[in-house]
């Protein structure tokens, strides 16, 4: 059976986003995020098969929340096992992007999948690290203050990341609007069955 992996992520405007691309350097061997890989994720999903992917895509169509504006706000480092993974930029506010948040793990839980465990850090990924990579003191103290004027968030959207040759692509799958009045029924999907399916995997 195909499966397809999923998320649920916020896209920046275009210029929040060439002003984190002109950020993005500094860090030998670092894995930079090219200008469609930059969203912040509500949601990881993972991987599911396309009826359970048909049945996320609608539940999101319940979405009812209020476009969000946000500010780029600082860069962190993520760790793995002691060792420096991640870098990215944060986002404010966090207190409506974690009520976002909420509501969109609520509306999975609808279709099936199981709640977040862990904690909600509003960010948007700028590179990914491997231990040849660094060092990165000198780009987390550079770029401390990183920030931009405030932007909106007007859609949620969903993706499949497809996994390839030199890193992840993602698709959008599905937009919904960031609107106290929208409903259900204004949420726009890309496709028409909002995730296609995909032929069986070759034996």
């Not at 984190?20 to 098969?49: E, K, P």
């Not at 709640?115 to 700028?126: D, S």
């Amino acid at each position: 059976m195909s499966s397809h992996r999923l998320f649920v992520a916020l896209r920046p405007p275009h210029p929040i986003r060439a002003r984190l691309r002109a950020a993005m350097h500094g860090i030998s061997a670092a894995r930079w995020q090219d200008d469609d890989q930059l969203h912040l994720t509500l949601r990881f999903i993972g991987d599911v098969d396309h009826h359970r992917a048909e049945d996320i895509a609608a539940a999101l169509g319940g979405l009812h929340a209020p476009t969000i504006t946000a500010r780029i706000a600082g860069v962190g480092l993520f760790e793995r096992k002691g060792w420096p993974h991640m870098v990215w930029a944060g986002v404010e506010p966090l207190a409506a992007l974690a009520g976002l948040h909420r509501k969109v793990d609520q509306l999975l839980a609808r279709a099936g999948v199981a709640a977040e465990t862990r904690a909600f850090t509003p960010h948007i990924t700028l590179a990914r690290l491997n231990r040849s990579a660094g060092p990165v003191a000198a780009f987390l103290t550079q770029h401390s203050d990183l920030a931009s004027p405030p932007f909106d968030f007007t859609h949620v959207v969903l993706y499949e990341s497809e996994l390839a040759h030199g890193g992840a692509r993602y698709h959008p799958v599905a937009r919904y609007p960031l609107d106290v009045a929208a409903t259900s029924a204004a949420a726009t999907a890309l496709t028409s069955s909002q995730v296609a399916a995909k032929p069986p995997a070759s034996p």
